[in-house]
């Protein structure tokens, strides 16, 4: 299948048959049990939606999928004959990016910081800036390679952060609330290159949202939690639960009827 997106064409190569699992998760900080009983399957090629309240445990759910926070459970990535592999490689992508914005800093350097070792303010390795030339142009941002990061809006620097995480190419992308202050046009650029990107590599994401709007249109599934995972499925079917109405609101006029669901 081919998707058409953004200017540019794309390959779908997803399989849908790796699987990162996520078995009885949890996290204890202290004596409080933040997350507990976390049983998730993520396929390749998926983009699932992970919402819930303020204090849920989203965030607290994905550094520990990174292994920032010590954790029970196990973390399983699956190749398609069902086989278990190397532990999987794990992409980030933060809410912000905390830097001076005064600071000379460039993409460039960024990029160079984080793939080589060589010390920015000496030079930029010519594979380096290949590199990260790549990565941007996969999201149409090559033009961003030698810009400020100061001078970036929050929609561009969102997309410099999703191209880094890109490099090297992950079987699993993390994403904890991407677009926060992005504006509404950003935003839906973001989740149409976000949604082709799954199809272009085949990536299994996790992405913190609260745009309930945007959900149905971008995400495979959609999973609430609060502490523990309370209702998983498909995006109008969770956002219809009565424990999701109930913390958000109804995100669309009027009630969705089981004829309706059955469409979806």
Known sequence: MEVENLGYRIQSLACGLCCTRLENFGVTRGRVEVLRDINLHIHCGELTALIGPNGAGKSTLLK??????????????????????RKPLVGYVPQR????????ISVIDLFTASISRTPVWFTHPGWAREKAGQALASLNAEYLLDRRL??????????????????????????DEPVAG??????????????????RYDLSIIMVSHDLQMIPQYADRVVFLNRTV????????????PKVVQTFGPVWPGEITQTELSRI
Do not use: C, W
């Not at 292994?67 to 399983?76: A, D, N, R, Y």
């Not at 990016?97 to 000379?104: A, K, Q």
């Not at 992005?182 to 149409?192: A, I, N, T, W």
């Open 64 to 85: 520990a999928i990174l292994g920032e926070l010590p954790h029970s459970g196990q973390l399983v990535f699956l190749d398609s004959h069902d086989r278990r592999t």
């Open 97 to 104: 990016l905390e830097f001076d914005s005064g600071s000379p």
């Open 150 to 175: 100061g001078d970036l809006s929050g929609g561009e620097l969102q997309r410099v952060l999703l191209a880094l995480a890109l490099e090297p190419v992950p079987d699993l992308l993390l994403m």
């Open 182 to 199: 992005v504006d509404q046009s950003g935003l839906e650029l973001f989740y149409r290159m976000v949604s082709d990107l799954r199809q």
């Open 230 to 241: 309370l209702s998983v499925g498909k995006p109008l079917e969770v956002l219809s639960d």
